[in-house]
């Protein structure tokens, strides 16, 4: 499993769990904006901090998150 911190780029993240941004959206809606152009677009520099600022949840939260989803899919 990946480590996954604050600085962790999404498009890593997302390289490696490419099933991801269908669960970040069935989460949050608003993870919705990663599967538009504009989305595809603005997540080449985000990190998960940036992340965390866009939806308003706490990096410990997402990051909480994120892991549950990876460890539900086996990976």
């Given at each position: 499993m990946?480590?996954?911190?604050?600085?962790?780029?999404?498009?890593?993240?997302?390289?490696?769990?490419p099933?991801?941004?269908d669960?970040?959206?069935?989460?949050?809606?608003?993870?919705?904006?990663?599967?538009?152009p504009?989305g595809k677009?603005?997540?080449?520099n985000?990190?998960?901090?940036?992340?965390?600022?866009?939806t308003g949840?706490s990096?410990?939260?997402?990051i909480?998150?994120?892991?549950?989803?990876?460890?539900?899919?086996?990976q």
């Amino acid at each position: 499993m990946m480590e996954i911190n604050g600085s962790t780029r999404l498009t890593d993240i997302l390289a490696q769990y490419p099933w991801l941004p269908d669960e970040l959206i069935r989460m949050d809606g608003r993870f919705g904006i990663i599967k538009t152009p504009i989305g595809k677009m603005m997540i080449k520099n985000a990190t998960v901090t940036d992340m965390c600022k866009k939806t308003g949840l706490s990096e410990k939260e997402l990051i909480s998150k994120l892991s549950e989803m990876v460890q539900a899919h086996g990976q």
